[in-house]
Protein backbone atom coordinates (compact mmCIF):
# COMPACT_ATOMS: atom_id res chain seq x y z
CA UNK A 1 0.00 0.00 0.00
CA UNK A 2 1.54 3.56 -0.82
CA UNK A 3 1.82 5.86 1.20
CA UNK A 4 1.30 9.75 1.84
CA UNK A 5 2.25 12.70 4.42
CA UNK A 6 -0.13 15.53 4.68
CA UNK A 7 1.21 18.53 6.62
CA UNK A 8 -1.39 20.81 7.51
CA UNK A 9 -3.73 22.42 9.65
CA UNK A 10 -7.08 20.55 11.31
CA UNK A 11 -10.44 21.62 10.86
CA UNK A 12 -12.72 20.99 13.87
CA UNK A 13 -15.91 20.34 11.47
CA UNK A 14 -13.99 17.59 9.59
CA UNK A 15 -14.76 19.60 5.82
CA UNK A 16 -10.98 20.86 4.92
CA UNK A 17 -7.73 20.81 6.09
CA UNK A 18 -6.00 17.18 7.93
CA UNK A 19 -9.49 15.57 7.97
CA UNK A 20 -9.90 16.84 3.89
CA UNK A 21 -6.91 15.36 3.36
CA UNK A 22 -7.34 11.98 5.33
CA UNK A 23 -10.44 11.33 3.84
CA UNK A 24 -9.01 11.92 -0.18
CA UNK A 25 -6.26 9.82 0.57
CA UNK A 26 -8.21 6.77 1.70
CA UNK A 27 -10.82 7.31 -1.28
CA UNK A 28 -7.47 6.43 -3.67
CA UNK A 29 -6.89 3.90 -1.78
CA UNK A 30 -3.60 4.97 -0.14
CA UNK A 31 -2.68 5.00 3.70
CA UNK A 32 -2.96 8.86 5.16
CA UNK A 33 -0.19 9.97 7.41
CA UNK A 34 0.21 13.60 9.46
CA UNK A 35 1.56 16.66 11.15
CA UNK A 36 -0.61 18.81 12.45
CA UNK A 37 0.38 22.79 11.82
CA UNK A 38 -2.42 24.55 13.60
CA UNK A 39 -5.63 23.86 15.37
CA UNK A 40 -8.43 25.15 14.32
CA UNK A 41 -12.02 25.85 15.76
CA UNK A 42 -14.07 26.23 13.40
CA UNK A 43 -17.60 25.35 11.27
CA UNK A 44 -18.77 26.20 7.68
CA UNK A 45 -19.48 29.30 8.82
CA UNK A 46 -15.82 30.49 9.79
CA UNK A 47 -12.99 30.13 11.58
CA UNK A 48 -13.58 31.15 15.53
CA UNK A 49 -9.94 30.30 16.56
CA UNK A 50 -6.67 29.15 15.63
CA UNK A 51 -3.82 27.62 18.08
CA UNK A 52 -0.36 27.12 16.18
CA UNK A 53 1.45 24.47 16.98
CA UNK A 54 5.16 24.67 18.12
CA UNK A 55 7.65 24.50 15.41
CA UNK A 56 9.42 21.95 16.70
CA UNK A 57 6.94 19.56 17.21
CA UNK A 58 5.81 20.41 13.30
CA UNK A 59 8.79 19.38 12.86
CA UNK A 60 9.12 16.22 15.19
CA UNK A 61 5.40 14.69 13.57
CA UNK A 62 7.16 14.75 10.03
CA UNK A 63 10.61 13.60 10.77
CA UNK A 64 8.75 10.18 12.54
CA UNK A 65 6.79 9.36 9.90
CA UNK A 66 9.48 9.99 7.59
CA UNK A 67 11.59 7.89 9.23
CA UNK A 68 9.40 4.89 9.77
CA UNK A 69 7.31 4.96 6.60
CA UNK A 70 8.31 4.75 2.72
CA UNK A 71 6.38 8.28 1.54
CA UNK A 72 5.40 8.35 -1.80
CA UNK A 73 4.10 11.86 -1.66
CA UNK A 74 3.64 14.49 0.43
CA UNK A 75 0.90 16.94 0.41
CA UNK A 76 1.19 20.57 2.48
CA UNK A 77 -1.87 22.73 3.12
CA UNK A 78 -2.21 25.67 5.98
CA UNK A 79 1.05 26.21 7.50
CA UNK A 80 -0.10 29.79 9.10
CA UNK A 81 3.31 31.21 10.11
CA UNK A 82 6.56 32.01 8.76
CA UNK A 83 8.43 29.57 11.46
CA UNK A 84 6.14 26.73 10.49
CA UNK A 85 7.42 27.40 7.13
CA UNK A 86 10.79 27.09 8.11
CA UNK A 87 10.84 24.28 9.66
CA UNK A 88 8.62 22.47 7.24
CA UNK A 89 11.31 23.88 4.49
CA UNK A 90 14.06 21.98 6.59
CA UNK A 91 12.12 18.99 6.92
CA UNK A 92 11.61 18.52 2.97
CA UNK A 93 14.85 19.77 1.09
CA UNK A 94 15.89 17.23 -0.73
CA UNK A 95 13.77 14.72 -0.51
CA UNK A 96 13.19 12.81 -4.01
CA UNK A 97 9.64 12.07 -3.99
CA UNK A 98 6.39 14.35 -5.21
CA UNK A 99 5.52 17.49 -3.40
CA UNK A 100 2.05 18.95 -3.57
CA UNK A 101 2.17 22.41 -2.25
CA UNK A 102 -1.30 24.66 -1.55
CA UNK A 103 -0.36 27.77 -0.72
CA UNK A 104 -3.63 28.22 1.86
CA UNK A 105 -4.39 31.93 2.37
CA UNK A 106 -7.98 31.98 3.26
CA UNK A 107 -10.60 29.81 4.14
CA UNK A 108 -14.11 29.77 2.03
CA UNK A 109 -15.51 31.47 4.85
CA UNK A 110 -13.08 34.28 3.95
CA UNK A 111 -10.83 33.53 7.57
CA UNK A 112 -7.18 34.50 7.38
CA UNK A 113 -5.24 31.40 7.02
CA UNK A 114 -1.87 32.86 6.55
CA UNK A 115 0.06 35.83 8.40
CA UNK A 116 0.99 38.50 6.72
CA UNK A 117 4.78 38.14 7.04
CA UNK A 118 4.86 34.82 5.92
CA UNK A 119 3.88 35.27 2.35
CA UNK A 120 7.33 36.07 1.39
CA UNK A 121 8.74 32.77 3.84
CA UNK A 122 6.26 30.59 1.23
CA UNK A 123 7.98 31.29 -2.10
CA UNK A 124 10.92 29.64 -0.38
CA UNK A 125 9.07 26.11 -0.58
CA UNK A 126 8.78 26.52 -4.15
CA UNK A 127 11.50 24.86 -5.28
CA UNK A 128 11.18 21.55 -3.35
CA UNK A 129 7.49 21.36 -4.82
CA UNK A 130 6.68 19.19 -7.68
CA UNK A 131 3.72 21.68 -8.25
CA UNK A 132 1.77 24.39 -6.28
CA UNK A 133 -1.89 25.01 -6.08
CA UNK A 134 -2.97 28.46 -5.95
CA UNK A 135 -6.75 29.64 -6.21
CA UNK A 136 -7.36 32.84 -7.96
CA UNK A 137 -6.47 35.12 -4.87
CA UNK A 138 -3.64 33.30 -3.91
CA UNK A 139 -2.15 33.24 -7.36
CA UNK A 140 -2.74 37.11 -7.04
CA UNK A 141 -0.85 37.29 -3.92
CA UNK A 142 1.96 35.35 -4.79
CA UNK A 143 2.31 36.46 -8.71
CA UNK A 144 0.49 39.41 -8.99
CA UNK A 145 -1.75 36.89 -11.51
CA UNK A 146 -5.09 37.88 -13.18
CA UNK A 147 -6.67 35.64 -15.64
CA UNK A 148 -5.06 36.65 -19.48
CA UNK A 149 -2.72 39.27 -18.08
CA UNK A 150 0.65 38.51 -19.85
CA UNK A 151 3.41 40.39 -17.09
CA UNK A 152 1.63 38.35 -14.65
CA UNK A 153 1.94 35.05 -16.82
CA UNK A 154 5.90 35.59 -17.00
CA UNK A 155 6.08 35.56 -13.09
CA UNK A 156 4.87 32.75 -13.42
CA UNK A 157 6.70 31.04 -15.82
CA UNK A 158 9.78 32.04 -13.82
CA UNK A 159 9.05 29.81 -10.65
CA UNK A 160 11.52 27.03 -10.32
CA UNK A 161 8.20 24.45 -10.52
CA UNK A 162 5.09 23.70 -11.86
CA UNK A 163 2.09 26.06 -11.18
CA UNK A 164 -1.64 24.84 -11.20
CA UNK A 165 -4.15 27.97 -10.92
CA UNK A 166 -7.23 26.72 -10.23
CA UNK A 167 -11.44 27.76 -10.38
CA UNK A 168 -11.05 30.34 -13.69
CA UNK A 169 -15.17 30.12 -13.88
CA UNK A 170 -15.37 30.57 -17.89
CA UNK A 171 -19.08 31.69 -18.59
CA UNK A 172 -20.19 30.51 -22.62
CA UNK A 173 -23.40 31.44 -23.83
CA UNK A 174 -25.03 28.16 -22.85
CA UNK A 175 -22.91 26.80 -19.59
CA UNK A 176 -20.23 27.30 -17.23
CA UNK A 177 -17.02 25.83 -17.46
CA UNK A 178 -14.59 25.50 -14.47
CA UNK A 179 -10.90 25.95 -15.56
CA UNK A 180 -7.30 25.18 -13.90
CA UNK A 181 -4.29 26.15 -15.52
CA UNK A 182 -0.79 24.05 -15.15
CA UNK A 183 2.07 25.86 -16.26
CA UNK A 184 4.81 23.64 -16.60
CA UNK A 185 8.06 25.26 -17.76
CA UNK A 186 7.07 27.05 -20.61
CA UNK A 187 3.94 25.07 -21.59
CA UNK A 188 0.25 25.41 -20.40
CA UNK A 189 -2.01 22.83 -20.43
CA UNK A 190 -5.82 23.27 -19.65
CA UNK A 191 -8.36 21.12 -17.27
CA UNK A 192 -12.19 21.68 -17.23
CA UNK A 193 -15.44 20.57 -16.12
CA UNK A 194 -18.81 21.86 -16.39
CA UNK A 195 -19.17 24.37 -13.78
CA UNK A 196 -21.88 23.42 -10.83
CA UNK A 197 -23.42 25.52 -9.19
CA UNK A 198 -23.32 25.12 -5.20
CA UNK A 199 -22.57 26.31 -2.05
CA UNK A 200 -20.73 23.39 -1.10
CA UNK A 201 -17.12 24.35 -1.64
CA UNK A 202 -15.93 24.02 2.05
CA UNK A 203 -12.47 21.48 1.66
CA UNK A 204 -12.24 21.61 -1.58
CA UNK A 205 -9.47 23.14 -2.58
CA UNK A 206 -7.37 20.94 0.41
CA UNK A 207 -9.21 17.62 -0.86
CA UNK A 208 -7.97 18.98 -4.74
CA UNK A 209 -4.35 19.01 -3.96
CA UNK A 210 -4.51 15.64 -1.81
CA UNK A 211 -6.17 14.14 -3.94
CA UNK A 212 -3.33 14.86 -7.05
CA UNK A 213 -1.00 13.54 -4.59
CA UNK A 214 -2.54 10.78 -3.69
CA UNK A 215 -2.04 10.31 -7.43
CA UNK A 216 1.09 11.13 -7.94
CA UNK A 217 1.58 8.91 -4.63
CA UNK A 218 0.12 5.44 -6.97
CA UNK A 219 2.49 7.08 -9.93
CA UNK A 220 0.28 8.57 -12.32
CA UNK A 221 2.01 11.46 -14.15
CA UNK A 222 1.39 14.95 -12.51
CA UNK A 223 -1.26 15.81 -15.67
CA UNK A 224 -3.16 12.52 -15.11
CA UNK A 225 -3.13 13.39 -11.07
CA UNK A 226 -4.53 16.46 -11.92
CA UNK A 227 -7.23 15.21 -14.63
CA UNK A 228 -8.27 12.46 -11.99
CA UNK A 229 -8.11 15.18 -8.74
CA UNK A 230 -10.16 16.97 -11.38
CA UNK A 231 -13.14 14.17 -11.81
CA UNK A 232 -12.96 13.32 -8.25
CA UNK A 233 -13.51 17.22 -7.17
CA UNK A 234 -16.60 16.95 -9.19
CA UNK A 235 -17.89 13.57 -8.64
CA UNK A 236 -17.53 14.55 -4.80
CA UNK A 237 -19.72 17.90 -5.23
CA UNK A 238 -22.46 16.07 -6.71
CA UNK A 239 -22.81 13.81 -4.09
CA UNK A 240 -22.34 16.13 -1.34
CA UNK A 241 -24.39 16.45 2.03
CA UNK A 242 -26.52 19.16 2.60
CA UNK A 243 -25.09 19.98 6.05
CA UNK A 244 -24.21 23.01 8.23
CA UNK A 245 -25.10 26.64 7.98
CA UNK A 246 -22.50 27.61 5.89
CA UNK A 247 -20.60 26.70 2.40
CA UNK A 248 -20.49 22.60 3.06
CA UNK A 249 -18.08 20.11 2.85
CA UNK A 250 -18.11 17.25 -0.23
CA UNK A 251 -18.57 13.78 -0.40
CA UNK A 252 -14.82 12.23 -0.16
CA UNK A 253 -16.19 8.09 -0.34
CA UNK A 254 -18.71 9.31 -3.40
CA UNK A 255 -16.11 11.18 -5.22
CA UNK A 256 -13.26 8.06 -4.69
CA UNK A 257 -16.16 5.76 -5.96
CA UNK A 258 -17.01 7.51 -8.80
CA UNK A 259 -13.29 7.63 -10.46
CA UNK A 260 -11.68 4.77 -8.94
CA UNK A 261 -14.51 2.44 -10.74
Known amino acids: MRVALTIAGSDSSGGAGIQADLKTFEAFGVFGTSALTVLTAQNTTGVAEIAEVSPSFVKAQIEE ?21 EVVKEAITGLEIPIVLDPVFISKAGSPLLKEDAVEAMKGLFKDATVITPNQYEARALFGYAFGDSPSLEKIFETPTSVLIKNHILEMEDRKISIDQLFSGRQKRVFQTPYLETTNLHGTGCSYSSAIAANLALGHSLEASIQIAKEFINAALLEAPQIGN ?4 INHKAGGVKVMR
Open 65 to 85: VLKDFDVSAIKIGMLYSREII
Open 246 to 249: GPGP
